[in-house]
Every structure is written in structure tokens, then in C-alpha cells.
């Protein structure tokens, strides 16, 4: 049974991207499953995204390869771990319907999605994914941040007026922010001055710091599955170590 669902928590995170210093974004870590949330969450982030690539690769999946009921019970189990908002990135929704969608989205528990324009190897025609946007904000209301992601750069059309023209649709049909995956940092600047929305930007631990990328523009700092790979890295580090051998650099 479908249980009813306050907007108060995507309240809090919305309100969470907005009145920030251009050198303090927003900095959401991307937990991969319960333990890594709860590590976050008591080192003091405010809120957490989940990358669906970390999950996939904690579930043993490739990414892109996760079915949908064990994404979103992944999902379930770390927003029921903490008690700070999180942002699940679902993929391109996994064909499922609007409705449907925003239902089984809600029933997680999660403040916020990530819903990418991208699939097969290509964009999705702009214009339609708008319409399937509208969709889901109606039927999930107010109840979630949404988070368009536009998949220009990733998808290998790394043009600033395509991924203006994507995320203004977007926007239009109800996104409170977007994510134009891979850009560079010295696009940054000019899709700042051209949309009015938070500007997600993806980051990595090696790259520039939250404090430069916000100077250039973002709004709000993710790591994708940098985080869980780095972790990775360190266990197999100390699986050597236990094994007696050399540690990699």
C-alpha cells in the first residue's frame, strides 16, 4: 500500500541549494550502500546523493545493469540509515511511467532523484524528455527535488548551447536543478549565467576543490562512484596488507 508523503523533507533539501557563498557549495558525498551513509551522515554532511554506480558495483552489478527493484530497495535501506535528506540517482528511470515512477521514487523514502536524458549510447530528443518530466513533477508534486541531468558532454556533444537549450526544457517541465555531467570547469561559468537554477557539478576527489568549482559556478558538488572506488582502492590496500603484499600507490 502506497503511503502518503510530506513535501517537508525535500523542502529542507531544496532549501539546502539556495543563499550559498559562491566558494560554499553544496557538497553532497554519494554513499553506495547503509554502512557508507551512516559514515557520512556522522561526519557532518548535511544531506547525501547516491551514485548509481556505486550502488550497482555494492550489488554486484555493472553499471547501467542494476534492476530496478534492487536499485530502489538499495535506495530504501540508506535512507532509512540516516537521518539527513538523500538524492538517489536513478538512472534514466528504467522505463518505467511518470506515475509509476514517482511512486515507487516516493516509497523510498528519498528527498530528492536524479533522472538523466541519456540512454543507449545517445540523448533521448529533448523535447519528449521534457514532456516525460512533466510527467513525473506531476505526479510526484512537490514531494522531490529533481534534478535533470543532461547528458551532453557525457554523451559526446560537448556543446554549451545544446546543454542550455536541454536544461531550459527541463527546467520549464519542473526540474529545481541540473546536472550537465562532465562538463568542464571552464564551462562553469557561462551555464552559471545562463540558468537561474542550482548547477550540479560533478567532481572528483583528485580535481578541483568544492571551493573553486563553486567560484566558477556550480551550486552543488557530487563524486558520482569516486568515493566508492576510492574505498575500494584502500580495502584492496589492506587486503594486501593482510595477504603480505605490496600496496598500490
Known amino acids: 500500500m502506497t503511503r502518503p508523503h510530506a513535501a517537508g523533507p525535500a523542502e529542507a533539501f531544496r532549501a539546502l541549494h539556495h543563499g550559498r557563498a559562491p566558494e560554499d557549495p553544496l557538497v553532497l558525498p554519494g554513499p553506495w550502500d547503509a554502512a557508507s551513509a ?28 542494476t534492476p530496478a527493484d534492487e536499485m530502489f530497495a538499495a535506495v530504501a ?34 528527498a530528492g532523484v536524479n533522472l538523466e536524458d541519456g540512454e543507449a549510447g545517445a540523448l533521448r530528443d529533448a523535447a519528449a524528455h521534457a514532456d516525460w518530466l512533466a510527467e513525473f513533477r506531476a505526479a ?19 556543446d554549451p548551447e545544446e546543454t542550455v537549450r536541454r536544461a531550459r526544457l527541463y527546467v520549464a517541465a519542473g526540474a529545481d536543478g541540473v546536472y550537465p555531467l562532465k562538463a568542464p570547469p571552464e564551462v562553469l ?16 576527489p583528485d580535481g578541483p576543490p568544492p571551493a573553486e568549482l563553486g567560484r566558477l559556478g ?11 572506488r576510492r574505498a575500494v582502492r584502500s580495502l584492496r590496500d589492506l587486503a594486501r596488507e593482510l595477504r603480505g603484499g605490496p600496496q598500490t600507490g
Open 77 to 110: 535501506r540508506i535512507a532509512r540509515a540516516v537521518d539527513v535528506p538523500v538524492s538517489a540517482d536513478l538512472e534514466g528511470g528504467y522505463g518505467l511511467p511518470p506515475k509509476e515512477l514517482a511512486a515507487r521514487v516516493l516509497d523510498t523514502g528519498v
Open 140 to 158: 510526484a508534486g512537490a514531494a522531490l527535488f529533481l534534478n535533470a541531468r543532461v547528458d551532453t558532454y557525457a554523451r559526446g556533444v560537448p
Open 189 to 204: 561559468p557561462l551555464l552559471r549565467a545562463e540558468l537561474d537554477v542550482p548547477l550540479n557539478v560533478l567532481a572528483s
Open 218 to 228: 556550480a551550486s552543488r558538488i557530487t563524486y558520482g562512484p569516486h568515493l566508492q
Open 38 to 65: 551512516r559514515v557520512f551522515a556522522e561526519a557532518g554532511f548535511p544531506a547525501l546523493a547516491t551514485p548509481s554506480a556505486g550502488v550497482a558495483a555494492s550489488l554486484g552489478y555493472e553499471d547501467g545493469h
